[in-house]
């Protein structure tokens, strides 16, 4: 660790998290001339391929947490569910970028909402549940339909149950009780369409925001991002506006993804937020003069942000697990990158389960139709079925 900034290529980075995030995050800083350690317990993981180093262990291993931060000029991560003592002890002997007061916030549902609300940003109706008496309390309340999250360690639709009367209730408590202790009852939120922001700051206090993407989920996992974002442009503006606002209120270095509902009634509530890169900025690798991940390691680094201006209309489609499964073993990627405008992004994971993250892919267009309906063509053909 050395001083406070700017931390100029050739200086190390770290990331906590061997997963694709920190992969791409790793592809970037090599590109831009920066040594990259990775902290993970697989030393084969997507990012483990990419870095410089490895420290193989897990997340949890507060020694080696602050091994890597005394090794590197700056340390990031990769995903939420790290230890945040470990980090906030780490923080003392160098620099851990958005700190673990973000990470604290991020991590538990409960703590993101009050927060939220606390700085008076919109979010649906909540109440915590911990008891059957609270949930009971809470459904009277909030009444249905709603949905009931565990507080932490959900991810991708993950730890969550929608209810729809009052007869689910006891089962929906007693299931996800088994998962966490504290759980959420969320009214449900009857939206028109979802829509991210990712907004980066840097420890100057500059934020910029990339355009938002409108998202598109299957079976709680993301399934196509489509930017612009077919939304009115006071929408837009909005939402920028609350994604910069939330960066500041919560004092995030790095970037932060701010997922938002848009309301039948045209009003924006804040579903959740991201203190990393994001699966629906994926679409800047292809189509922003900055990526997210570029932006990332320039907001940890002290340096000028880059330019989030949209080069062009893009569609990012997931390419999960089953893809392998319909083609009966490896895509076909010979099909799939026939089609005009594909860029493949390929995550280097060895097993491709079902459900399981395995790359993507951005098709910029002259309009954002055209994109859509390549960027579907190119997933199908990848599936074998174009
Ligand atoms: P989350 O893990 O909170 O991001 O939820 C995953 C997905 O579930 C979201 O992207 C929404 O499609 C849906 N969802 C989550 N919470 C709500 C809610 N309160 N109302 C309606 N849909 C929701």
Redesign the pocket.
Known sequence: MTGAGPFLPGSTLGVVGGGQLGRMFALDARRMGYTVVVLDPDPKSPTGQIADDRIVTSYTDADAMRQLVERCDVVTYEFENVNADAVATAEGSGHVRPGSHVLRIAQHRLIEKGALVENGFPV?EFAAVDTMADMVKAFERIGTPA?L?TATS????KG?IVLRSAVDMREAHTDLRRQSEALIL????P?DL?ISVIAARGPDGEVVCFPPSENQ?VN?ILDVSIVPARIPVEVRDAAVKLASGIAEALDVVGLVAV?M?VTTDGQLLV??IAPRPHNSGHYTQDACATSQFEQLIRAICSLPLGSTELLSPVVMVNLLGDIWADAGGTPDWDAALGVHGAVLHLYGKSEARIGRKMAHINVTAPDVETALARALDARERAAGRG
């Open positions: 649906a949905v999250k959900g991810y991708d639709g969550q969320e009214a449900f939120v939206f979802e989920h709680g997922e509902f579903n959740e």
